[in-house]
Each structure stands twice: as C-alpha cells, then as structure tokens.
C-alpha cells in the first residue's frame, strides 16, 4: 500500500516543523512547497538526512511546481506573509488571501480529494476563503487554532498546578484571536473540572481569570519574545494532531475551525468549535450547551469572525 502524501504549501518556520514531525511519526511522504527558490529542497535534504538518525523513512520532496502536490491526501496550508510594522490587518488580509486563492485553485486542480487544513492569518477569514476558492467540501477544509489554543491553556494550568500536562484536557471555542473562549467548565485536571480545583482550593478565580487572558494573548506574548517571527512548535503540533486524526481515522475530539450550518446558531461561517476527525474529515461539529456567559463571549467571537470574513472579497460561498 503507497504511503500516504502529505503536501505543505508554505515552507517557513511553521512548514518545516510540520515536515520533521511528520517524518517522526511516519505519517507519509512529505511534499515542501514554497516560492522561495531552493528553500524547501534544502530543507527536504536536511530533513532526508536526518532521517537515518531518527530511523524513519519518509521522501522528502522540495519544490516550487504545485503540480508536486498531485493526489496529495493531506494538504496543510501556511504560506503567507507575517504581519510588518506599519502594516494594518486589512493590508494583511489582501496580501494574503490573494495568496490562499492561488493555493486553492492549485488544491482543486491538483488533489481535489485532499483534507486541507489552514494555518495561515488571519485564520478564520483564510480558512473560509481557501474553501470557497477550491470548491471543496466543507468537511474536507478546515483551520487550526483551537488545538494550538487549548493547548497553550493546558500548559498553563499544569504550570499553574505543578501537574503533568497529560492530565491537563481543555477546550477552546470561537475564533483565533482575543476573543477565543476557554471554556473553564470543560477544562479540568484528570476529570476535575476547574471550578471544582478552586472549591478544593487548588487555585483561585483570580488564578483563572490570569491563565485565560494569557492563553488569549498567547501568541502576542511570543511574537513579543521572538522579535522576527511567530510561534511554529506548537502550531505545527498542533496541525499534525489534526492530520493524524484524518489519517488514522481516530476521531479525536478537537476543537477546529470548522464550517457551520446551523450548530451554534451559526450559519455559513467558519469558527472554532469542538469536532470529530476521522476518514471523512470534519465528521461532526459537537454542539455544547453554553450558559448564558459563555454564549455571550462566544456571539461575540463569531461577530468578530463575521467581520473579518466580510472585510475578505468573495471570502464567503
Ligand atoms: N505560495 C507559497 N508559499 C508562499 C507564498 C505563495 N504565494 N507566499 C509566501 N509563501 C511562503 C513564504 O515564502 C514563507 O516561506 O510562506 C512561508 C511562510 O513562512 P513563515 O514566514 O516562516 O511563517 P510561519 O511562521 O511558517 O507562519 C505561517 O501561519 O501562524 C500563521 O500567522 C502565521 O500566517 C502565518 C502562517
């Protein structure tokens, strides 16, 4: 049986990472593509000869021709320019979805049966802009951001706790941005949920309140950190998390952004909500009871989203 064949279209810091841990978990053979010449056939060779030492075997392919991408049963989507100083978002959302139309129409023509998962920012106009743009289904086509940002409020609570972050499980909603909602209510500790920790007096509502708005700020503060770039260790993880499940018909339970018919009270848009992954895609948005709270911060979210994807031309279906 061929192994499957994952295509990254972007080859930067996000890219490359998605590259080296799929070789680790011989999830497939591995297609780099980028505009940059000669960029992703060095790191196809690097990774190649890293290879050996791991004891994995994956084809690395570097290049710049989207015909490489052919049948491609995984597609994951970074490419895009970084926001610079001095430039405003709606700057960046031109620049780049002019970008995620030209991957889209090369992901109809090249591997029309592909699952699609989008990385790239502004994440949730991008998303619903690559699926309108291929014409693919919406179960096939979806964005990462609520694994990256459940993930990032996992390690925090554990941090918080002095606990493994194994036993740390979490769940966030809404779009990629300031207003996500970590759901408290669904985070907990083994199975404790979190409220229950401040009752046992592990933590405090306070405590809480700070490790949420890190977890919303998360990204900013490595941005902050970094000075040239933005997080690619966890995104990437958090990506390959997605495809695995795709690959492997798992069908984790991740909260993805995901295309909305009606769940939530949401229609024809994407935004993050809990999801099954499986050999059919997204196979089933999970709908979650919210309280009244929760469905306010949530509303909010998906206007934000809404906004976004309005400022996109032909972004919508
Ligand atoms: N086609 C293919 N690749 C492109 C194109 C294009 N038209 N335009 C730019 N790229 C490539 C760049 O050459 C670069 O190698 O996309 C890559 C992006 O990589 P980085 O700049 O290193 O960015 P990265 O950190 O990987 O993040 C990628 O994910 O989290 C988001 O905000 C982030 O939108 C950004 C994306």
């Known amino acids: 049986m061929p192994r499957p064949k994952i295509a990254l279209v972007g080859s930067g810091a996000i890219g490359a990472t998605l590259a080296h841990i799929s070789g680790i978990k011989e999830l497939g053979d591995v297609v780099l593509f980028d505009i940059v010449e000669g960029m992703p056939q060095g790191k196809a060779l690097d990774l190649s000869q890293l290879s050996p030492v791991e004891g994995f075997d994956t084809k690395y392919t570097g290049t710049q021709d989207y015909s490489a991408m052919k049948d491609a049963d995984v597609v994951i989507v970074t490419a895009g320019v970084p926001r610079k100083p001095g430039m405003s978002r709606d700057d960046l959302l031109a620049i780049n979805a002019k970008i995620i139309r030209e991957v889209a129409t090369n992901i109809k023509t090249f591997c029309p049966n592909a699952f699609v998962i989008c990385i790239t920012n502004p994440l949730d106009a991008m998303v619903q802009l690559l699926q309108s743009a291929s014409g693919l289904p919406t179960n096939k086509v979806c964005g990462m951001a609520g694994v990256l940002d459940a993930s990032r409020f996992r390690y ?19 779009g990629h941005g300031d207003t ?11 199975g404790i949920p979190l409220p229950d920790l401040v ?5 405090t509502q306070e405590d809480i309140d700070k490790l949420v708005e890190r977890t919303r700020f998360g990204g900013g503060e490595i941005v902050q950190l970094l000075k040239t770039g933005s997080a690619f260790y966890a995104p990437a993880a958090s990506a390959i998390a997605m495809a695995e499940s795709y690959l492997r018909d798992k069908k984790r339970l991740l909260p993805c952004a995901a295309y909305l018919t009606g769940q939530y009270g949401v229609n024809g848009f994407y935004c993050g909500v809990p999801c099954i992954i499986g050999k059919d895609g997204v196979e089933k948005v999970v709908e979650l009871k919210l309280t009244a709270e ?3 911060m949530f509303r909010q979210s998906v206007e934000s989203v809404r906004q976004l994807v309005e400022a996109t031309p032909n972004a919508r279906l």
């Open 156 to 174: 925090f609570i554990a941090e918080k706790l002095n606990v493994s972050v194994e036993d740390v499980s979490a769940l966030v909603m809404g």
């Open 180 to 190: 996500m909602v970590p759901l408290v209510r669904y985070t907990t500790v083994a």
């Open 199 to 203: 009752s046992m007096g592990w933590l």
């Open 294 to 296: 929760e469905d306010k």
